[in-house]
């Protein structure tokens, strides 16, 4: 009989394991196998690259970064204390003096270019979302309803909110969230055999098209950026 799945905000401790999971996770996605082909060989690399991600979105204004858990943590006071302004220098320097090793340089190169060109998702026509950047779970719990989970919890901030939700994933990924409600808005090509889709499931009819209200004043309420990843012990 499988356990009782709990989310909770991810605290500082959460990093490293989350980047492990993240890894294992990600190892065999199609675009991370793209951008990565030595990512076996330099595993380590690999997994570094998502604690150096996982340490900037930590600290960065706006996003909101989960976790599920089989048993609730009992101390609730993990937090990091590192200033988002020291981490962009470490991230600089070690980027320099400690190369991703597991990254095609030049593939790297060709995606940053074509992503910079273009945004598959249309943030524009949506400037009051909440927007999944990343969702993993570990291979080890995955088939226990986590991911989705997950994403439910995201999709009540929303509702909430009466804001969209939005996200944007690989051609094989899109099964999990075509069942919650999402539906394809856009599709760009990355190269011959990779495509990203952008996907959103929109809120009441009836909120998109009320008068939108003055967010001069709001203290950035919308435009929430969640990070997701699924951590259980």
Avoid at 36 to 50: G, L, N, S
Avoid at 79 to 88: C, G, P, Q, S, Y
Wanted: proline share 6%; glycine share 6%.
């Amino acid at each position: 009989m499988s356990s009782k799945i709990h989310l909770q905000p991810a605290r500082a401790q959460d990093l490293p394991n989350i980047a492990d999971l993240a890894a294992q996770a990600m190892l065999e996605d199609e675009l991370c196998a793209w951008l990565c082909p030595q990512r076996h060989e330099h595993f380590a690399d690999f997994r570094y690259a998502f604690l150096r991600r996982l340490k900037m979105r930590f600290v960065a204004p706006g996003y909101v970064m989960m976790v599920a858990v089989e048993q609730l943590d009992e101390d609730p006071h993990g937090r990091i204390f590192v200033e988002r302004k020291l981490l962009d220098i470490e991230n600089g320097y070690l980027s320099w003096v400690y190369p991703d090793r597991s990254v095609d340089p030049h593939r790297l190169e060709h995606y940053k270019t074509a992503s910079a060109a273009v945004d598959c998702f249309p943030f524009s026509a949506f400037p009051e979302l909440w927007y999944l950047g990343h969702l993993a779970v570990d291979p080890k719990h995955q088939r226990r309803g986590i991911g989705r989970q997950l994403v439910e919890w995201g999709l009540q901030q929303a509702r909430q909110e009466e804001v969209c939700v939005g996200l944007e994933a690989s051609i094989k990924g899109t099964g999990l969230y075509e069942k919650l409600g999402f539906h394809t808005i856009n599709t760009k090509d990355l190269t011959p055999e990779i495509a990203i889709q952008a996907m959103v499931q929109e809120s009441p009819r009836s909120w998109l098209s009320a008068p939108r209200p003055d967010l001069a004043n709001t203290c950035g309420y919308f435009n929430h950026s969640i990070f997701y990843v699924a951590i259980a012990h």
